[in-house]
């Protein structure tokens, strides 16, 4: 048992290699802080205290680092973006609340991420076609929600525009406010969005949900 022991102390330590998402993590962080020209390989493997090595474990070289990332912001944004517009709701407020859940949780919508994505596409004209792909991807599927609640083509259209284009605008300006303010309000945003007020019940399901994620970040 000793000498056993003795083996396993003499033996070197080996270098834990990054998974996927490790890379993936540090490039989403350094393109939301500094944008995409400083998402560079061997700064990485910096900031992760590793060698360039392991990045090619993972990826053929940057530009699938960087497709991988696109991929990353489609699949969350736009996919849970939908997802939530999709969701079942018995009334057009309960539906908007839905959709505002993206707006309030991080892990639905990566508000850095996107505004990141919008920056970058201003120089990547390959870029900007999946962006206005997605916006219109997430036009649809709000517009998609009013029409299940009897809206017109014209009146749902006009309205998703007005949800989205308030939401870029919010991102765009990097707006910080108060998150308890922030959902205060949210009763009268639907109501601008869609002329009806949010029922009492409505109202405490949605609190009540983000304040156990509110409580669970904390």
Request: with cysteine; aromatic share 10%.
């Amino acid at each position: 048992m000793d000498q056993k022991r003795h083996i396993a102390a003499a033996k070197p330590a080996t270098r834990t290699r990054a998974s996927e998402d490790m890379w993936l993590n540090a490039a989403h962080e350094v393109l939301c802080e500094s944008g995409v020209e400083a998402v560079k390989v061997m700064p990485l493997a910096k900031r992760l205290g590793l060698t360039r090595t392991g990045f090619y474990w993972h990826f053929k070289d940057r530009d699938a680092l960087l497709e991988a990332m696109v991929a990353r912001w489609e699949d969350k944004n736009t996919g849970n973006l939908i997802a939530r517009c999709e969701a079942y709701a018995e009334t057009i407020c309960e539906a908007m609340f839905n959709l505002f859940d993206c707006w309030l949780d991080a892990n639905l919508f990566d508000a850095r991420l996107d505004l990141a994505i919008r920056n970058w596409a201003r120089n990547d004209p390959a870029l900007q076609e999946r962006l206005d792909r997605a916006d219109a991807r997430r036009r649809k599927a709000i517009t998609d929600m009013y029409l299940r609640f009897g809206f017109s083509d014209a009146q749902a259209t006009a309205r998703a525009m007005t949800v989205i284009y308030t939401q870029v605008g919010y991102i765009s300006m990097q707006i910080e406010e108060d998150r308890a303010e922030r959902i205060a309000r949210m009763p009268d945003f639907i109501e601008v969005y869609t002329d009806a007020r949010p029922s009492d019940a409505e109202e405490r399901r949605f609190r009540a949900r983000h304040d156990v994620l509110q409580a669970r970040a904390s």
